[in-house]
């Protein structure tokens, strides 16, 4: 029930295109559902994040969307630029304080943009 | 400039070595965090502590301690108990400990036993 399931592990986009990343989860408690992105030797940083109040939240290209009933939530990349090729992790949480708000992160797909 | 150092960047250990890793961050945050990553695994919590002088098990924390004695500061030791330590070694902290508050990372340590 703690597992977040990420896919797919791997994605090539052309220039332009649209990439799609989706992770789904078991845990109904979870509230709080972010997307980090990683650059080969760096530390993640977070790109954006998305509460199950919203279906959908908007980031200049970045864009999350949320689906309660199916436990689904997806990350797209509108017009992806090969400064987008990264690894990319969807996390959740339940959003509270102390520990039980720690994140479980999914296992990162691996993004490459060819120009 | 505000951030989360750690160091050293790379680090070679023999088999049967204690080694420590460095995490120190000035953005007065009152969480720190240790994940290890490996390749196709993401990223899997070691310990984390919300407070100075308080810590607390991840979900892989056998191998591994930590201290916490000053707020900036969270080092984590690889134990020779850790029986496969070769991995990617990130810290993280934030204002406080869960919730929606925002981690941030450090650039990481690549730990290599020989």
Request: hydrophobic share 30%.
């Amino acid at each position: 029930q703690q597992q977040v399931k990420q896919s797919p592990q791997s994605l090539i986009v052309q220039k332009g295109g649209i990439s799609i990343i989706n992770c789904a989860y078991e845990n109904t408690a979870f509230d709080y559902f972010p997307w980090y992105q990683q650059f080969p030797g760096k530390g993640p940083a977070l790109l954006i994040a998305i509460r199950p109040d919203v279906s959908e939240k908007k980031e200049g290209r970045f864009t999350i969307s949320f689906n309660k009933s199916a436990k689904q939530f997806s990350l797209h990349i509108m017009d992806s630029q090969p400064g987008d090729s990264a690894t990319y992790f969807c996390a959740a949480s339940r959003g509270l304080g102390g520990s039980q708000g720690n994140l479980i992160f999914g296992k990162g797909t691996k993004l490459s943009v060819k120009p | 400039d505000g951030g989360i150092t750690q160091s050293p960047k790379y680090l070679f250990r023999k088999e049967g070595q204690n080694v420590t890793l460095s995490c120190e961050q000035n953005l007065n945050h009152d969480a720190m965090y240790w994940y290890r990553q490996d390749p196709g695994q993401g990223l899997r919590l070691i310990y984390y502590s919300q407070i100075v002088n308080d810590f607390q098990k991840g979900d892989i924390a056998e191998g591994y301690s930590v201290s916490r004695e000053k707020k900036e500061s969270f080092p984590l030791t690889v134990t020779s108990a850790q029986k496969n330590p070769t991995a990617f070694y990130l810290c993280a902290s934030s204002i406080v400990a869960g919730g929606l508050n925002e981690q941030f990372f450090g650039p990481g340590t690549r730990l290599t036993v020989l």
